[in-house]
């Protein structure tokens, strides 16, 4: 039960019930879908870079209680960072939940992420919280895509 | 589809006889792997519709197989050869009279109900399907029998006709009355639901076929380990399931196809076995079965099967389907008795399978928080996402049952459930 406990975790709950940043951004100029054909989660995000930095971001879709808090708290967690800040916190998230080189220079810089860490207890749930990101970054490499976790 | 009261000792079989109930805790003891623990907890098997578990008796067949009789068929005339030769072409019998088919020569063994039905879209398909014609399948179907005929339907530039299905989850016959026309060339439908346990009428449907000379290939992948088929009595064209849903081996399933048509339709593959001489010049196929068996099968996956539906003849499969009735009535009442789940499938006539959703909880949370107890389920789409569609949701949890469920199972799958309830109110 305590790893249960650890992987769905208070502010995971919250998250996945209320996401944040949900919904359609008016004048977004990169935006990407992202797929898991396996359980059929399924995220658009919307972000509005400006000067090499995510202005606003924000996403739609339905997954399941990680994929969908995962999403939400990407984008508390992108909103306002450079892309390039953007996409090293990305590398960060994906060591913690697959228990990579747990290193605590780390737990700083991912913040609230670290929430996540109880993920990589459940291997097979990796893809539900990483999908979100892997959008995010299909997003900002170019511009409309759909990417799969396959 | 045999009912009974749970708690009679004694069920009716198919033919009103009285007969004695299952030993389920002797049953358990002929599958090896149901003493297993999982995360510390004793495996509660529930996803016997994505594959079931296999009896001693199958794992013996293999092992001896490959320890014993190892050596190709149809070919050596060495003593092993032999063995092997007729070990796999008894299991060929084996089938057919498990089928109730009239020859062995209608069983072709392929590598599961996927390949069966894309034999039959391949095959049939290059021989009688043209421009205009049209295929028939319903809105129900698993993948494997909704994609071949897309894909043959866009080669041939033919149409994919779609049976609608009610809130029930069953199929409206009216409407399949309807796409019935002189430009369909077959009808491809479930025995049994895969997502949602509905048992297809499916005498029926190839009888309101046949009346219009159609054929019917019917995908019986999650029917031959339930309940009892008899393809002449059923009249249909093409009969498909695979070994492992039926206690046997992965990499081997079944193709049964009325004689008239194994003769008439091309070969799927070019190969070994499959020809009786090869000049570059001319080459002539070998008779059915043969003519579909390009290469060396699985040899032992065949024995294994063999091994297998000696297993479930043993059982009886009356017995088997009024235990897992009983499994299923007491699940729906148990489950549905849970606030906020919703029952996906309510047929009429329902097999061992209970498709749910838990309201405000993804099917996914519920897979992996039963799993930390040792009990395994299907979360997902079920490879049947035109039918997720058609009830509005993305995925449901389900579970489904085999010879060697117990209602204690049941209680566990409960239990979890309440589980994932309370991890969730918070």
């Known amino acids: ?150 | 589809m045999v009912t009974s009261e749970s708690t009679s000792k004694v069920r009716p079989s198919g033919e009103g006889k009285a007969v004695l109930p299952l030993d389920i805790a002797r049953i358990r003891e002929d599958f090896p792997i149901l003493k297993m623990k999982v995360h510390d907890k004793p495996l509660v098997y529930l996803d016997n519709a994505a594959t079931t578990q296999k009896p001693q008796r199958v794992l013996d067949a293999l092992n001896r197989f490959y320890t014993r009789e190892c050596a190709n068929i149809h070919r050596g005339l060495h003593y092993l050869s032999d063995q092997a030769t007729v070990d796999y072409e008894h299991a060929r019998t084996r089938v057919q009279r498990f089928l109730g088919a009239a020859e062995s020569s209608e069983i072709i063994f392929v590598r599961g109900t996927t390949e069966a039905i894309n034999l039959v879209a391949h095959s049939f398909g290059r021989k009688f399907v043209g421009p205009g014609d049209e295929i028939i399948t319903t809105v129900m179907e698993h993948h494997s029998n909704i994609v071949p005929w897309q894909m043959l339907c866009e080669e041939k530039g033919a149409k994919l006709r779609v049976v609608p299905i009610n809130d029930a989850g069953e199929l409206i016959l009216d409407e399949f009355e309807k796409l019935l026309n002189p430009k369909t060339r077959l009808v491809a439908v479930a025995h049994i639901s895969n997502a949602l346990g509905t048992v297809n009428p499916v005498r029926r449907m190839i009888e309101m076929a046949h009346a219009r000379n159609i054929p019917v290939l019917i995908d019986g992948a999650q029917a031959v380990a339930h309940t009892k088929i008899d393809v002449q009595e059923l009249d249909c064209d093409f009969y498909c399931f695979s070994g492992h849903k039926i206690y046997g081996p992965t990499g081997i399933g079944v193709l049964y196809g009325k004689a008239q048509w194994l003769e008439q339709i091309p070969p799927y593959q070019g190969g070994g076995d499959m020809i009786i001489s090869v000049t570059f010049e001319k080459t002539t196929y070998n008779c059915p079965p043969h003519k579909f068996e390009a290469g060396t099968p699985h040899i032992a996956g065949g024995i294994g099967l063999g091994a297998a539906i000696e297993y479930i003849d043993n059982l009886g499969l009356d017995h088997v389907a009024a235990h897992e009735h009983d499994l299923l009535e007491y699940a729906t009442r148990r489950i549905s008795a849970i606030p906020g789940v919703r029952i996906i499938g309510n047929a009429q006539k329902k097999s061992g399978t209970l498709s749910f959703y838990l309201e405000d909880v993804h099917p996914h949370d519920i897979g992996t928080i039963l799993d930390r107890d040792g009990v395994a389920i299907r979360a997902g789409h079920h490879c049947a996402m035109p039918v997720m569609d058609r009830f509005g949701i993305p995925a449901t949890a389900r579970a489904s049952f085999a010879c060697y469920n117990t209602r204690e199972e049941v209680d566990a799958l409960v239990r979890g459930v309440d589980k994932v309830r309370e991890i969730f109110a918070r």
């Open chain 1, 1 to 150: 039960m305590n790893d249960l406990r650890d992987l769905y975790q208070e502010m995971i709950l919250d998250h996945s019930k209320r996401p944040r940043n949900f919904g359609k951004l008016e004048g977004a100029n990169h935006e990407a879908s992202g797929y898991n054909p396996l359980c059929g989660d399924r995220f658009t995000v919307h972000i509005k870079v400006d000067d090499d930095i995510i202005r606003e971001i924000r996403f739609e879709g339905s997954g399941c209680a990680i994929s969908t808090a995962s999403a939400s708290l990407m984008t508390e967690g992108s909103k306002g960072k450079t892309l390039a800040e953007a996409e090293t916190l990305f590398e960060k998230f994906h060591k913690l939940i697959t228990g990579d080189a747990a290193e605590p220079q780390n737990a700083e810089a991912l913040g609230k992420l670290l929430v996540f860490s109880g993920v990589k207890e459940f291997p097979v749930r990796v893809k539900c919280a990483t999908l979100p990101w892997h959008t995010l970054k299909a997003a900002l490499h170019d511009g409309h895509k759909v990417v799969s976790t396959e």
